[in-house]
């Protein structure tokens, strides 16, 4: 009955928000990034009784949507940190970056698998999975330490950004070549072409020619009587922040890229209307409420038993996928100095859910084509590696930020 | 595939959020309770092309959940404005109102069902649907007014959860009735004694003991060194409000009583506390995203075309259930004056949602034990009317608060 399962899911919440409050405070006193115990609620979830117990087995698509809130909301909050005109300033390091941290992984990855006798497919699945950065980790480690305007912060959100795209196309020709038919050189282009066009859009749209408009505007407004009730009866700034995101994530996810694409450029063009629609302490507490549940479902896909027959594999894999994106992104960086090119290098590590999407869209076409193209044992590879790069991202990054900052630098102990 | 999925509920998270701000526009420009638009909203989703274009039928259980959670932290947010020493004072009143507001109309709504010609065990699922109020329709509309201080919101949400322990009790007689089986009296008891305790428990608990046992703490404290490291190591306001807004919500669920109940006395427990722990400008934003979830789905729950056979005796009824709670909780609240007896009066007239779940639960138990307890027109008459009389209650509300307090009291613009 409908009543029960409410009650069920209030409980599953109840039980959620309690172990990552516990791990919080753990994480604090061992003085970790917070965003590790979270993980690690999920992987302890997924692992024990409590799995069962929180009968979490049963309501998956309400979570899978939680999840998904959360890391928009993470985003579009980070977006709201990074106006445009700051990313443009590193916009050539960002494409170095970014180019640099795709290429030499993909290869890496792909020749290493075809050295070890797998198939083509195989191998460029694990390239594929290699490539795409998962932003929402470190920019959750960026604002847990409240470096977001960093220089280096920025580099990374922006090389995140072209990352993706970058990925998106890689994934689409892999794909493509997966399926068998002839690679449709022409679709690829398409889309490629349509996700492109897609950002520069909305960067010019909502970051330059908007705020021109609405500066002129206001100027010309400036000079006429202007009753406070007209500004009242417009559209107020939580709504109309809820509006924009979801409407750009859901275009982003559309055109097959990642929806938080579209959350942070939507966050990214609000930081220029900041004082029309400071909508800033109001999307902070949804984001405190509905970040967690991102951290601790990517922690619950976690099956500790099937990496046992794969693990040397997934070993290497994972040391390759650390190494090759660290010195990909650091030549890129390069000419920002060793540290700043370090920061950025691990800043780029983390695969997280960026990862896990690659590795369950080769399971999908394995039942959509019904030719194992992802090996069971590949997958667990895949996974291993998106969580490996994951959990180690953090510390490294408080590592090399405070080592360039200094003591300026202090974790945050709890965000409020 | 699960990529599908999420770009769904973006989209339709985006065509609702657009849809009410649009309602809400309206609303104020014909100056009428937003609420009233956000219902029409749903209704206007239901009736049309939109529900189809918007592919609501295909994720109900996500929307479910937002509904619920919208509605669970609008309680909570008027809880923290209602600390329990003020709904002491009103304590005696508030009692008679809801049990003088319970008996009446539930023995005219089950008087006229018999006197019509219908079965007992239908005459009794109208009575008891006509007893519970609704009480999240009020507490909407004298948040948007600001008055949830004033002496009469007070009556009427304390009066709306004695109500609800006493519509749950009737609720349970009348499903052991309609069960066919002799009436367990023990059970009964047993289920109802046990909501008693538990609200009685977590009032004393929360608003009496805990308050007290805090402050002696503090005092003894402020004797000593106290670091303010120390008090950061704690757990933070929103992470600690959720965890007992959901721990309580569940366990009121869990016996039987609305989930909005425990939300309710959790956010009055809280209210004890809002210098130690002030969670109110975290609560709001979560409150605003996600209560228009709630009235958007009590709309999209009508179906207009099943309303045209049974039209005339859900009129009567709907009349019935209005006059009989007026006059009912009138009465109890008589001793405070004219007008502020009519204010309390229409506060108590909405069913909403627990109106709904009266029918929902009829209907179940149609399934259940294979026998028509509620016919298909029954349903739609108990629909009606809950539906009538939330939809009635907030301009008659607006109108006669403003009656008593004159222009003291406007009716704010847009929620900010």
Request: aromatic letters at 8%; one cysteine or more; proline letters at 3%.
């Amino acid at each position: 009955m409908a009543q029960d399962f409410i009650q069920m899911v209030l409980f599953q919440l109840f039980m959620i928000i309690v172990l990552v409050e516990v791990s919080k405070m753990i994480c604090n006193r061992v003085k970790v990034p917070t965003v590790i115990g979270e993980i690690m609620v999920g992987i302890v979830i997924a692992n024990t009784f409590l799995y069962n117990f929180i009968n979490l087995g049963s309501d998956t698509e309400v979570f899978e949507v939680l999840k998904e809130l959360g890391v928009i909301f993470l985003l579009f909050t980070v977006g709201l940190e990074t106006p445009f005109s700051t990313i443009r300033k590193v916009g050539k390091t960002a494409i170095m970056v970014a180019v640099f941290g795709v290429i030499l992984p993909f290869f890496v990855g792909y020749g290493l698998m075809v050295g070890l006798g797998y198939g083509i497919v195989e191998a460029l699945f694990v390239g594929a999975a290699m490539v795409a950065t998962s932003v929402g980790i470190t920019a959750r480690v960026i604002k847990d330490m409240n470096l977001m305007h960093a220089i280096e912060s920025r580099v990374i959100i922006g090389a995140a950004v072209i990352d993706d795209i970058l990925g998106m196309i890689i994934l689409a020709v892999v794909i493509g070549i997966a399926g068998g038919g002839a690679l449709d050189i022409v679709q690829v282009g398409v889309v490629s072409f349509e996700a492109v066009l897609f950002v520069l859009a909305v960067i010019f749209i909502g970051s330059l020619l908007l705020p021109k408009v609405m500066k002129k505007r206001s100027e010309k407004k400036a000079t006429q009587v202007c009753t406070a009730e007209r500004r009242t009866r417009g559209i107020s700034p939580l709504p109309l922040a809820l509006i924009i995101c979801f409407a750009l994530s859901s275009v982003s996810s559309f055109l097959g890229l990642a929806a938080i694409i579209g959350a942070f450029l939507a966050g990214m063009a609000f930081a220029e209307f900041k004082d029309t629609w400071p909508c800033e302490e109001k999307i902070q507490p949804i984001t405190e409420f509905l970040t967690p549940f991102f951290f601790v479902f990517v922690g619950i896909s976690v099956s500790l038993a099937a990496f046992s027959d794969v693990l040397i594999l997934a070993i290497i894999i994972t040391l390759l996928a650390i190494v090759t994106k660290f010195v990909g992104c650091g030549i890129g960086a390069k000419k920002l100095g060793g540290k700043s090119a370090a920061i950025i290098g691990v800043g780029m590590i983390p695969r997280g859910e960026v990862g896990l999407i690659v590795a369950a869209i080769g399971l999908s076409l394995l039942d959509e084509y019904n030719i194992p193209i992802l090996s069971a044992g590949i997958y667990n590879v895949i996974v291993f590696m998106s969580l490996a790069t994951t959990l180690i991202a953090p510390p490294l990054l408080t590592y090399t930020f405070r080592r360039k900052l200094g003591k300026k630098c202090e974790l945050a102990p709890l965000k409020e």
